[in-house]
Structures are given as C-alpha cells and as structure tokens.
C-alpha cells in the first residue's frame, strides 16, 4: 500500500510540475532577461543572453552566435564559428553556413563576418 502511494504522489508531483513549466516557458522567439521579465525578438529572430544577462537577438530570418568572449554576434543568414574560432554568416537571409571538410567556410550567397552592430534589441 506504502509503495503506491509513493508512486502516486511522485507521478501526481512530475505531473504538477510539467504544468507549472509549461505554463512559465516563454513563447517561441521569446527569451527571459536578466530580471526575468519575456523579451521577444524580431518575428524569425532567435535570441541569446550575454554574460550579464543583457539580451541580443538576430535580425529578422537572420543568425546569432556567442564570439569567444560570450558576446551576442549576428548575421543576415545562419552562423557558424570558423576554424580560427570566427563567427561567420550567411549573406542572405534564411541563408546557411557550414564549414566543409578542407576547414574552409561555406555560406549561401557568400560569407560575412558576424558583428555586435548587425543584432538587435528585443521589445518588452
């Protein structure tokens, strides 16, 4: 008798728990800031925190990546870190970056470098 009740009361805790994150996930797009409150990007953008918690997002059909010193960098395409540790994007929104088997970048529409000027700020 002990045992179910056990059982019971951890799924009754797993199921009470799912709800209560589900119902405090953020809308896709959408990212908690460093106080906690939902900032939403662009329609299309993806959003990524710094180190301080300051949220960046991608322009619209665009890409976002950390550099290797955690800072927010963007793109008018998709993004990817190059052999020497580059973020590089797509020129081309919705445009893809890889790098191939020779370690040399590959973009649709040719490749540019990310920067912290091409991200934008997320509205309340």
Do not use: W
Not at 57 to 82: E, H, M
């Amino acid at each position: 008798m002990k045992r179910r009740i056990a059982i019971f009361g951890i799924a009754g805790f797993a199921a009470v728990s799912a709800g209560y994150a589900q119902h405090l996930d953020p809308q896709p797009g959408c990212i908690a800031d460093r106080y906690g409150n939902a900032v939403c990007g662009p329609a299309g953008s993806r959003c990524l925190k710094d180190l301080h918690g300051d949220v960046k997002c991608s322009p619209a059909d665009g890409g976002i990546a950390l550099d290797r010193y955690k800072t927010p960098v963007c793109g008018p395409g998709r993004c990817a870190l190059d052999r020497y540790g580059e973020v590089v994007c797509s020129r081309v929104a919705k445009g893809s970056a890889v790098v191939d088997i020779h370690g040399e970048m590959v973009c649709t529409g040719g490749c540019v470098n990310a920067s912290a000027a091409a991200c934008v700020l997320p509205s309340r």
